[in-house]
């Protein structure tokens, strides 16, 4: 008899916190959805505008770029993805008439980041900038585009002793619809390699150091 009161009033209990849930629920009180959406939140924000949504040939494609910190802390963000300090890597995803459109700008290969890449956030906080995507995707041709911000690293906002380096956060935006009308890509930068010339020394050389030397001296030059 004890068990069985016992577990009436274990349902009876569970029955209340239920209704009242649902209670609070309906006046506001307690919204679920919401709940569980701020408890999502837990880096930066990137929202994507412009102050206009049709550009002829002559016109720069110009859309500002802002990132929130949304959250109750600071926040360390790696600066290589944020346009902050110009852009050596594609930060958007730009696509015309539903087909990815080519990045132009510059792939640049980095060490691995120290602290001085970082920059912070404070709780509130936000940095905006200005990209004109035509100085970075092939708007050649005519036709609707849609744009928004797509960064993603493992590095993103950095790595606490023993945290698992193989997940991936993003940085990810609201997609504009714009409509371009083809203009001249702008000329690529190109680097002419130094072409060194000469003949191979050796000093105090073995035979198979030598050949690794000739070898790694042609691949240098084909590279």
């Not at 069985?4 to 209704?19: N, Q």
């Not at 494609?61 to 890597?89: C, E, H, Q, Y």
């Not at 001085?116 to 995507?133: F, K, R």
Request: glycine share 8%.
């Amino acid at each position: 008899m004890q068990t069985g009161s016992h577990f009436s009033a274990v349902r009876k209990t569970l029955y209340g916190v239920m209704i009242l849930m649902v209670i609070l629920s309906a006046f506001g009180v307690w919204n679920l959805s919401n709940a569980s959406a701020l408890g999502s939140v837990t880096g930066a924000v990137v929202s994507l505008s412009t102050n206009r949504s049709s550009f002829g040939a002559g016109d720069k494609v110009n859309v500002r770029v802002s990132i929130k910190n949304p959250t109750n802390s600071s926040i360390r963000l790696l600066k290589w993805f944020t346009p902050a300090a110009g852009m050596d890597r594609s930060l958007f995803t730009v696509t015309r008439d539903g087909k990815p459109v080519a990045y132009l700008g510059m792939f640049v290969k980095r060490a691995a980041p120290t602290e001085a890449d970082y920059i912070t956030l404070a709780p509130g906080e936000s940095l905006s900038s200005d990209v004109d995507l035509a100085d970075y995707y092939d708007l050649s041709a005519s036709g609707s585009y849609e744009a928004a911000y797509n960064a993603a690293s493992a590095d993103l906002y950095g790595r606490a002793d023993g945290a698992d380096a193989r997940s991936t956060d993003f940085l990810t935006s609201n997609k504009l619809n714009l409509s371009i009308e083809g203009r001249a890509n702008r000329a690529l930068q190109t680097i002419s390699p130094e072409v060194v010339t000469g003949t191979n020394g050796f000093v105090g050389c073995s035979a198979s150091q030598q050949t690794d030397l000739i070898n790694a001296r042609n691949a240098a030059s084909t590279y």
